[in-house]
C-alpha cells in the first residue's frame, strides 16, 4: 500500500512537471471518455432499462401486419379481451382506450389526455403509485367504473403544484367528477395520459380497445404468435369488412415497437464512440510511449539499484490509471452537460417516454470501471516496453537523451495507423449520415409544408350525437380557423397526416373487377385540403362545400393511382368503393352508404402519404363527411409565423365552445423534425461531432510523434545541415517516415468503411461506399495530418545547426 | 566471497564480434578493497556491470557467496543483486524528480521494507554522511560533491556485501575526491568488500589489490605476481 502511494505521490509530481503532456493526454481521455459515458447514458436508459414496469421483458405488442409488413396494434372488444386472457400464452391483458377530455371547472379549459384503462392496469405494471393507490377491480365492478382517476406525476407537479395532499380533491373533466385516488411516480408515463381512470368496453361488439400483452414465462414469442393468430383468425371470420381480417398476428418486444431501427442505430453510436475513445487512448499510449523513451535513464537507474520490472511496471501503470482516473473525473462533468444536450436532440417519439436519460449510479460505476481499463490498456503497451531499460548502455552512456528501441518505434507506427484508420472510418460515417440526412430533408414532398400547422379538437362527449349535427360542428370549426386574421386556409383532414400514413383499405375498380389485393391511402378532407397543403390539380376537379354537406359520393385519386391502377385509361369518371368505409364503430358516424360507388372526378399531384422512406402510394380522396369521428383533424395554411396563429386560433375556437377541447398543435415543420428527419439529424450530428474529435485527436497524435522524433534527431538535422543538406530536405526526411504509416492507416480505414458499409448503412441511412464521401473524407484527413506533421518538420528545419549540434 | 571463472562478454558489431571481456577468471575475498586500473576500452566498466549483474548477457561462470548467479534467470540475478549490491557511478545517476531523501530512500522501498523502519534506516544514513540539511534539496539543487555523497549514500544504505564504483570521482575536484575516497575506506573497514574502478593512482592507493586490464585480458592483479600477460591469455 505504502509502495502505492509512493507511486501516486511520484506520478503526480510527473504530471505536474510536463504539463503541456498531462493535459493533452487527460484532454485526449476526458473527450473520450466523457463522449462514451454520455452516450452509454442514453444506451443505458433505452435500451437496458427504459421501462420501470416489472416483467417488462415479458410485455408485448401485438401488430396485425399487411403484406408490407406494417400495420397496427391488436384492439378487441369486451369479450374478446375474455379470450384473449385465456390465452396458454398469455400471463396477462390489460386494455387501453385514450381520448382527448377537457378540464373543466376551472378558469380555461385544459386539455388532457385521459386514459381508460382496464382495472387490472396497475396490478399488471407492478408499479406503486408515488401517492395514494392505483384502481383495482374493485374500482370497476361487474364493468361499471367508478368516478376515481389516478394521476400522473407531470400533470400533477403541473395542476396541482406536487401537492401531497391531492388524494380526495376531486377533478371535472367534460362537467364529470373524479376523485383523484393516487400519483404515478415519475416514470410511469404509459400512454403519455395524463389521468387515469378505470373502464371497460361495453357490450357493443363494434367498441374495440387497443390490448397490451404480458408473456407467460419462458414462452417464445413464436409460439405466442401462432397461438394468437388462431384467436384472431377466430374473432374476424364471420366479418370480411372487420380491418383485423387476413392480418398476421407479428409479436415484438415493447422496445422493438417504440424504437425500431433506432435501437441498431443507438448501437452503432456506441460503436463510433468506442472509436473515438480507442483513437484517444491511442494518443495517450503514444505520448506516454515518448515521454517514456525520454525517461529511460530515469527507469535504468531504478532498475540498477533494485526495481524489478514488475515494480516498474507497477509506478508506469499507476501514472496512467491516475490519467485516466483525472480523465474519467472530467469526462463525467462533460457527460452531465452532454447527456443534457444529447436528451434535447434526441428526435421526440424516438425513444420511450420512460425513460429517464440521466448520469446515473450504473452510469458513473460504468465510468469508473471503463477509466481503469482505458488505464491499464493504454498504458500497458508503454510500461511493457520501457520496463525493461538497457541497463548497462544507458548508465555507461551517461546520457539522459535516447531515441528508443525498433520495437518503440513501430509501436508508435501502429497506433499513429490505428489512430488514422479509425478517424477514415468516423469520417465516413459521417459523411454517409450527412449525406443521407440531407437527401432526406430535399426529398420532394409533393406538397408545400411551410407556414401549415396541423391540430385536433375534441367535441365535447355526448354532443352531437347525429351525423348532420357532427358535420355542421366540424364545418363550424373550419369556419372559425378559416375566419382568424393570419390563415389563408383551413382544411379537415380526417385520415391522412401528411407525409405520413393515412388509412390503408382494400379498395375496387369498377371496370377492372379482376383485380385483386388492391390498396390505397383513404384520405378524408375538405375541398380546401390541396390549397392548404399546395397540392397541384392536375385534371379534372375538387369537389365543393355543398357535395361535402351532402357526402356525395365522388373522389380524386392521385398520380400513383393512375399509374398502378389505371395507367392506360381516362381516370375521370371512373369508379372505385371501399367496403372498409362502413366502420360500425360507437364513436364514429357515417354517412348513407358509404361503401358504394365513388366517381372520380378529378387527380391530383403525389404528395408523400407514406412516410418519407417509402414510395407514394395510391390514394384516394374523398369528402370527410364520409365518416365523422368525435375528434376532427385540421390543417391550416397561415401566411405568418404559424406559432402566433396558432394562439391566435385556440384563442377563437375556446371563444366558439369553452369546452373544445385543443391538442396537437404543432407545425408541419416540427412534426417533420420529430417524426421525419429528427433521427438522421440526430445520427448525423453526432457521427460529425465524433469525426471532428477524432481528427483533432489524431492530429494530435501525428503531431506529438513528429514532434518526438524531431527532438530525437536534433543533432543529426544539425549535422545534415553543417554538411548543406536544405531545407526541403530537412523536411523531406522527417515527413517522410510518417508518410508511411499515413497512408498504410488510409489503405485500412478506406477497407474498414467499405467492410462496415452494410452496417453503416442500415443504422447510419447512408452509405460510405460513396466514392465522393471516401474521396473528401480521405482527402481532409490526409490535409490535417499534414500539417500536423509539417509544423515540427518546418521547426527542425529552421533550427540553427550550430544550437542543433550543441543540442544534449 | 565473488568468484569469476571464464567469464567473457561480447558485442556484435557488423559482420564479426568486439570482445570487451577475454576469459575473466578472478577471486575476491570478503573485505578486500580493489581497483580495476587500464587504458580505455580495457574492460573495466565491462567488468563492474557484470559483477553488479546489471549486465547478463556475459558468458561463464558467476558464483556469489557460492551461489551460482550464472544459472540465475533474470530475476533471480536482479533479487541476488538487490540484495547484496550496491553501485556508485561516476555520473551519480540521482532521480531528478526525487529530494535526497527520496533518493536515499529507493532502494530499501525496493525492498519491500516497511515505511517506519526505512525512515529510521533514511535518517541514519542522512546523519552520518552529515547531509541531514539537505535531506528536502533536489539534486539540482546540489554540488558535484555533495551529489556523489547522496549517490554513495544511496548505495550504502541497505548494507550490501558488495560496494562497485565507477569512476566515483571522476567529476569531482580533488578535495571532494578525497572526502569520497576517506568514505570508502570507512566503509572497507567496517567490512564491506569495495571493488573500484579508477584512473587515479590517488584514488587507487586507497585499495588493497589492484587488477591491471587490457584489452578485456586481466593482465595483472597484485594479489597474484605470478599472473602474466602472456600466461593470462594462455592459462584462460
Redesign the interface.
Known amino acids: 500500500m505504502?509502495?502505492l502511494l509512493?507511486d501516486l505521490r511520484?506520478a503526480v509530481?510527473?504530471l505536474r512537471?510536463s504539463p503541456g503532456f498531462a493535459i493533452t493526454a487527460v484532454l485526449s481521455l476526458t473527450l473520450g471518455i466523457g463522449a462514451t459515458t454520455a452516450i452509454f447514458s442514453v444506451v443505458y436508459s433505452i435500451l437496458l432499462d427504459p421501462y420501470p414496469y416489472r416483467d417488462a421483458d415479458r410485455m408485448v405488442h401485438v401488430e396485425l401486419r399487411d403484406k408490407t409488413d406494417r400495420g397496427f396494434l391488436l384492439i378487441v372488444n369486451g369479450s374478446e379481451y375474455d379470450q384473449l386472457r385465456r390465452a396458454s400464452s398469455v400471463d396477462d391483458v390489460f386494455l387501453q382506450r385514450q381520448e382527448t377530455q377537457t378540464l373543466t371547472g376551472g378558469q380555461f379549459p385544459i386539455s388532457v389526455n385521459a386514459g381508460q384503462y382496464s382495472p387490472n392496469l396497475f396490478a399488471y405494471m407492478g408499479v406503486p403509485p408515488l401517492i395514494g393507490r392505483g384502481f383495482t377491480a374493485t374500482d370497476a365492478p361487474s364493468g361499471k367504473s367508478s368516478p376515481v382517476v389516478v394521476l400522473s406525476y407531470l400533470f400533477w407537479q403541473k395542476q396541482f403544484a406536487g401537492n401531497r395532499n391531492v388524494v380526495g380533491q376531486t377533478i371535472e373533466l367534460n362537467h364529470k367528477l373524479y376523485t383523484v385516488i393516487g400519483v404515478t411516480p415519475p416514470r410511469f408515463t404509459w400512454g403519455d395520459s395524463d389521468v387515469y381512470a378505470p373502464g371497460m368496453p361495453g357490450a357493443d361488439p363494434h367498441e374495440y380497445w387497443n390490448s397490451f400483452i404480458k408473456l407467460k414465462a419462458g414462452v417464445k414469442h413464436t409460439a405466442a404468435a401462432a397461438e394468437l393468430q388462431l384467436l384472431v383468425d377466430r374473432f374476424t371470420k364471420d366479418d370480411l369488412k372487420d380491418f383485423r381480417h387476413g392480418r398476421r398476428v407479428a409479436i415484438v418486444t415493447l422496445n422493438e415497437e417504440v424504437l425500431g431501427r433506432f435501437s441498431g442505430t443507438l448501437v452503432m453510436l456506441f460503436g463510433a464512440v468506442i472509436a473515438l475513445l480507442v483513437i484517444g487512448c491511442a494518443n495517450v499510449s503514444i505520448l506516454l510511449l515518448a515521454r517514456g523513451i525520454a525517461r529511460q535513464?530515469?527507469l535504468a537507474?531504478?532498475?540498477?539499484?533494485?526495481?524489478?520490472?514488475t515494480?516498474l511496471i507497477r509506478q508506469l501503470l499507476t501514472e496512467s490509471v491516475l490519467l485516466s482516473l483525472v480523465g474519467a473525473g472530467l469526462g463525467v462533468l462533460v457527460a452531465y452537460r452532454g447527456v443534457g444536450t444529447l436528451s434535447a436532440m434526441l428526435p421526440l417519439y424516438s425513444f420511450p417516454h420512460e425513460a429517464t436519460i440521466r448520469v446515473n449510479g450504473t452510469v458513473l460505476a460504468f465510468s469508473a470501471a471503463l477509466s481503469v481499463v482505458t488505464g491499464i490498456l493504454f498504458g500497458i503497451s508503454p510500461a511493457w516496453q520501457l520496463s525493461r531499460p538497457p541497463?548497462?548502455e544507458l548508465?555507461?552512456a551517461?546520457s539522459a537523451k535516447h531515441s528508443g528501441s525498433a520495437r518503440s518505434r513501430n509501436t508508435h507506427r501502429l497506433l499513429i495507423a490505428g489512430q488514422v484508420s479509425l478517424t477514415l472510418l468516423l469520417m465516413a460515417g459521417a459523411g454517409a449520415a450527412t449525406k443521407a440526412f440531407l437527401a432526406l430533408t430535399h426529398m420532394p414532398l409533393g406538397f408545400d409544408p411551410d407556414h401549415v400547422f396541423g391540430l385536433r379538437a375534441a367535441l365535447p362527449k355526448g354532443t352531437n350525437t347525429n351525423w348532420q349535427a357532427r358535420l355542421n360542428a366540424n364545418e363550424a370549426i373550419r369556419r372559425t380557423i378559416q375566419d382568424v386574421p393570419g390563415v389563408t386556409s383551413a382544411s379537415v383532414s380526417t385520415t391522412w397526416f401528411p407525409p405520413f400514413g393515412g388509412f390503408d383499405a382494400k379498395v375496387e375498380i369498377r371496370s377492372k373487377p379482376t383485380l385483386t389485393g388492391t390498396e390505397a391511402i383513404l384520405a378524408l378532407v375538405s375541398p380546401k385540403e390541396f390549397e392548404t397543403l399546395r397540392i397541384p390539380l392536375l385534371a379534372g376537379r375538387i369537389f365543393d362545400d355543398a357535395e361535402v354537406n351532402r357526402a356525395a359520393h365522388l373522389a380524386l385519386v392521385n398520380e400513383a393511382f393512375v399509374k398502378q391502377f389505371l395507367p392506360e385509361e381516362n381516370p375521370i369518371g371512373q369508379s372505385v368503393r371501399s367496403p372498409m368505409l362502413k366502420v360500425e364503430l360507437p364513436d364514429l358516424l357515417s354517412a348513407q352508404a358509404p361503401d358504394d360507388w365513388l366517381e372520380i372526378i378529378g387527380v391530383v399531384g403525389d404528395a408523400r402519404d407514406d412516410g418519407l422512406e417509402h414510395p407514394i402510394k395510391p390514394a384516394v380522396f374523398l369528402p370527410h363527411s364520409f365518416v365523422l369521428p368525435p375528434e376532427i383533424a385540421l390543417l391550416v395554411r397561415a401566411n405568418g409565423n404559424p406559432e402566433t396563429v396558432i394562439q391566435s386560433v385556440k384563442r377563437r375556437l375556446t371563444a366558439l365552445d369553452p369546452e373544445l377541447a385543443v391538442s396537437q398543435d404543432h407545425t408541419l415543420a416540427w412534426w417533420l423534425e420529430t417524426r421525419g428527419w429528427g433521427q438522421g439529424r440526430f445520427i448525423a450530428t453526432l457521427f460529425s461531432v465524433f469525426a471532428f474529435l477524432a481528427l483533432a485527436l489524431a492530429a494530435a497524435g501525428l503531431y506529438s510523434v513528429v514532434s518526438f522524433s524531431v527532438t530525437q534527431r536534433t543533432q543529426e538535422v544539425g549535422i545534415r545541415m553543417a554538411l548543406g543538406a536544405p531545407r526541403t530536405n530537412i523536411l523531406r526526411l522527417v515527413i517522410s517516415s510518417t508518410a508511411l504509416m499515413l497512408a498504410a492507416g488510409v489503405a485500412v480505414g478506406l477497407v474498414l468503411s467499405l467492410a462496415l458499409d452494410r452496417i453503416i448503412r442500415d443504422w447510419a441511412g447512408g452509405s460510405p461506399r460513396d466514392p465522393a464521401t471516401l474521396f473528401l473524407a480521405a482527402l481532409i484527413l490526409v490535409l490535417v495530418a499534414t500539417i500536423a506533421c509539417v509544423v515540427p518538420a518546418w521547426r527542425a528545419a529552421t533550427v540553427d545547426p550550430v544550437v542543433a549540434l550543441r543540442y544534449e | 566471497m565473488i568468484q569469476l571463472k571464464k567469464v567473457e562478454r561480447s558485442y556484435k558489431t557488423g559482420a564479426g564480434q568486439t570482445w570487451v571481456l577475454r576469459r575473466i577468471n578472478l577471486e575476491i575475498q570478503q573485505g578486500e578493497f580493489i581497483t580495476v586500473m587500464g587504458p580505455s576500452g580495457a574492460g573495466k566498466s565491462s567488468l563492474l556491470n557484470v559483477l553488479a549483474l546489471l549486465d547478463d548477457q556475459w558468458s561463464g561462470e558467476y558464483w556469489f557467496r557460492d551461489q551460482a548467479a550464472h544459472t540465475m534467470k533474470r530475476a533471480g540475478r536482479a533479487d541476488l543483486a538487490k540484495r547484496n549490491i550496491g553501485v556508485v557511478f561516476q555520473s551519480y545517476h540521482l532521480l531528478d524528480d526525487l529530494t535526497v531523501r527520496e533518493n536515499i530512500d529507493l532502494p530499501l522501498s525496493y525492498k519491500d521494507i516497511p515505511r517506519n523502519q526505512r525512515q529510521g534506516l533514511v535518517a541514519n544514513v542522512l546523519d552520518r554522511f552529515q547531509i541531514v540539511a539537505k535531506k528536502d534539496l533536489y539534486p539540482s539543487q546540489l554540488s558535484g560533491g555533495q551529489q556523489q555523497l547522496v549517490g554513495v549514500a544511496r548505495a550504502v544504505i541497505h548494507k550490501p556485501a558488495l560496494l562497485l564504483a565507477d569512476e566515483p570521482t571522476g567529476n569531482l575536484h580533488s578535495t571532494q575526491a578525497r572526502e569520497i575516497m576517506e568514505l570508502f575506506r570507512e566503509l572497507n573497514r567496517e567490512g564491506t568488500t569495495i571493488v573500484q574502478v579508477t584512473h587515479s593512482e590517488t584514488n587507487a592507493a586507497y585499495g588493497s589489490r589492484t587488477l591491471q586490464m587490457q584489452d578485456g585480458w586481466l593482465i595483472g592483479d597484485t594479489a597474484n605476481p605470478s599472473l602474466e600477460p602472456s600466461k593470462a591469455a594462455v592459462n584462460g
Not at chain 1, 537507474?301 to 526495481?307: D, F, K, N, P
Request: charged share 25%.
Open positions: 505504502n509502495g509512493q511520484y509530481r510527473q512537471k535513464h530515469e537507474v531504478r532498475a540498477s539499484i533494485g526495481a524489478s520490472r515494480r541497463i548497462s548508465i555507461q551517461n
